[in-house]
């Protein structure tokens, strides 16, 4: 930092300078912390002039949204029952029922599953045999619990709406209750009473609790102290308050947003092929009523999901966001096996209904469906992508043209994506995009910077769908991960006319059920973080649609990697430069920004903006999850000539207000007092 001394030399000479008609006297100054002996290693080179540069694609930057580590289910979809339907066992009988649990103690109730649901998709319904009455059962009373995705967030105050299907054999007196983990305190409770020849047939049954008190790992109850028979099934609990009533867990939504995602590629992954088709993920399943849809059992991250999350919630959940929706469909392949292209038309069929259900109008047949769901207008849909990461099995080319041909024929304005990786070799079929993905160490990461700089100008374009520094280097999200994709971005963001389009991937984990490591934000019933991954895709958040400057890096930089963009916000005009210092030392960067008109740069609204930490495998975690963030601060000074320091293992930016000559000025001893001056 500058001393007091230093600063009023420093005003004298501008005061003076300014009496002389020439207040911009300096030529290099230091814009934050830079040593005492700030020889700069190394120069980055800018050009701002008017017109130079290139744009950026609108679409650079987005996520990869896939249903794995319980992302939705369990996640950012808001439903706090797992295996509502008791049809995670599957479909015949003795099913399993877990989660679902007995309260209390066994003997005065016999719990079973048959086959008799009124819902044809999910025949599954939980029969409970009430063998006590109210003088004999507990107090209590007996019945079950689901403790939901690792514990239920109920928090004081909040409402909650439960629904569910009912049939007995006479009058039912049942219990719905939200409480502690094991049942000994009640947060909220509303009695479900009914005759029998009310309930003799399925009838749902629906109640609003409001929470008298906090618990992040509690449950939901259903019981009576009524003997006789009563069968249960499509039991639903759902806060009240969803990001617009829309179904999406408030805190997991805005860490999305916050990143600005110009696009969402959804739900798969290897989730959208499954280990066999029989249990990959048909969109028709997905849709309809809640109760309706049978949920399936994922085999390749190996759990069950209601598919409350289902086609239609993903679109909406990109329009919620305000990012394009890229839909990835299955191919007809899996991990082990295919339909060949032959046989593969009814697939071809599958995924034109799945277009037609976003994009069709009210009177289509899928378009309808959407309709009756709550939807009249279309969705919509430009992206699609055929399959998923299995360029090179048997029947990929034949399957992916039948599918091409097809889509292209009904929508020629839907862009097609193809999962073969065309950066180094010209694809055997037609493309507008192909997608292309890595998962490596932090160093060939970072050293992937150059990735796209020999790729074909011409042909399809890049969609870096999955990306992330994985094995030892990254921990469970560590800073050294982070700085690896840093980089690679920054190569993406100067390759941006062949790469339209990247995201991380995986998005979100449910700490109690990691099936893929790291992840970029990680959460449990109630709470959250990001990774330093995560912090480092807020640093792009305004590189899309923005401006690529020409920039240059000289001097020994092999651990260094940078970029300069022009961006506009509300209106105001911004340079921000993004620098990754991979090395252990600090680097002291000298910056000429060329091309401006003189004092265009104004010091008060710049800002430098750090991500670093005392050891490269700093993570984050619940007890910290701030360890590693960035942070920002006000730039003292900026000008045309700068030098910045870059902290070693850093990543850093430097946002620069560009617009009319005004310099702010230190006039005290504290730096929050400050005074603007009009040269
Ligand atoms: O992102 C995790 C998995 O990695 C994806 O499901 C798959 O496409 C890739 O192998």
């Not at 015949?92 to 008799?116: C, L, M």
Request: proline share 5%.
């Amino acid at each position: 930092m500058m001393d007091m001394e230093s600063w009023k030399l420093l005003r004298s000479i501008c005061i003076l300078s300014f009496l002389l008609g020439s207040c911009f006297v300096y030529q290099s100054l230091r814009v934050v912390d830079a040593q005492e002996d700030p020889k700069p290693a190394v120069t980055l080179q800018v050009d701002a002039s008017n017109g130079a540069g290139r744009p950026i694609p609108e679409t650079l930057f987005g996520i990869f949204f896939e249903e794995i580590n319980h992302a939705g289910a369990g996640g950012l979809w808001a439903e706090l029952v797992s295996n509502r339907g008791f049809e995670a066992g599957g479909q015949n009988i003795p099913s399993n029922i877990w989660p679902w649990s007995i309260v209390g103690d066994h003997s005065p109730i016999y719990v079973a599953t048959d086959r008799s649901s009124c819902f044809e998709r999910n025949k599954i319904a939980l029969r409970m045999d009430v063998l006590c009455d109210s003088q004999g059962c507990p107090s209590g009373g007996v019945g079950v619990y689901n403790p939901g995705y690792w514990g239920m967030n109920i928090q004081e105050g909040k409402k909650y709406k439960v629904a569910l299907y009912v049939r007995s054999t006479g009058d039912i007196d049942l219990s719905v209750s939200l409480t502690s983990s094991n049942g000994s305190r009640t947060l909220a409770s509303e009695k479900i009473t009914a005759s029998a020849s009310d309930v003799s047939k399925w009838t749902k049954k629906e109640v609003t609790l409001e929470a008298k008190g906090t618990d992040p790992s509690a449950r939901l109850q259903l019981t009576t102290t009524k003997k006789g028979s009563i069968w249960i099934d499509q039991v639903s609990a759902m806060p009240v308050d969803t990001y617009k009533g829309h179904g999406f867990r408030n805190d997991l939504f805005q860490m999305m947003v916050d990143i600005k995602p110009r696009f969402i590629r959804f739900p798969g992954g290897c989730f959208v092929e499954g280990e066999w088709l029989s249990n990959a993920l048909r969109w028709k399943e997905t849709v309809g009523p809640w109760e309706e849809r049978p949920g399936h059992f994922g085999d390749v991250w190996k759990y069950w999901t209601d598919d409350g999350l289902g086609h239609y919630e993903f679109f909406q959940l990109a329009e919620d966001i305000g990012a394009a929706p890229i839909w990835v469909f299955n191919n007809g392949i899996s991990h082990n096996d295919e339909v060949e292209t032959a046989s593969i038309m009814p697939f071809v069929q599958e995924a034109l209904d799945g277009i037609e259900f976003a994009r069709g109008d009210a009177n289509s047949t899928w378009g309808s469906v959407r309709a009756k769901m709550g939807r009249q207008g279309p969705f919509e849909l430009k992206y699609v992508a055929i399959g998923n990461e299995d360029c090179g099995k048997t029947y990929y080319r034949g399957n992916y043209i039948v599918f091409y041909d097809a889509i292209k024929k009904a929508y020629p304005d839907i862009k097609i994506i193809s999962n073969c990786d065309g950066s180094s070799h010209p694809l055997d079929h037609p493309a507008d995009y192909y997608d292309f993905h890595i998962y490596t160490s932090a160093s060939n990461l970072f050293s992937m910077y150059h990735q796209f700089d020999r790729t074909s100008r011409n042909g399809p374009k890049a969609f870096v769908s999955e990306y992330a520094v994985t094995g030892k280097d990254a921990g469970t999200g560590s800073l050294l991960a982070s700085l690896g994709e840093a980089a690679f971005l920054i190569g993406l963001e100067k390759n941006s006319d062949v790469v339209e389009m990247a995201s991380y991937a995986p998005l979100f984990v449910n700490t109690n059920d990691r099936r893929w490591n790291p992840d970029a934000i990680v959460f449990n019933s109630s709470h959250l973080y990001g990774t330093p991954s995560y912090w480092v895709q807020r640093f792009f958040a305004e590189s899309s649609g923005a401006t690529l400057l020409t920039s240059t890096l000289k001097g020994n930089s092999s651990s260094l990697v940078a970029s300069a963009i022009s961006w506009k916000n509300n209106g105001k005009d911004y340079i921000r430069l993004k620098a990754v210092n991979f090395g252990a030392t600090s680097v002291n960067m000298k910056v000429l920004v060329t091309g401006l008109d003189p004092n265009v740069m104004k010091v008060s609204g710049s800002k430098k903006t750090v991500l670093t930490s005392t050891n490269v495998m700093d993570e984050n975690s619940f007890s910290q999850p701030e360890k590693v963030v960035p942070h920002e601060s006000l730039l003292e000074m900026a000008e045309e000539d700068l030098t910045v320091v870059l902290p070693p293992h850093s990543f850093s930016s430097f946002d620069l207000l560009k617009e009319s000559a005004k310099i702010t000025m230190p006039i005290s001893d504290s730096s929050s007092h400050q005074k603007t001056t009009t040269l």
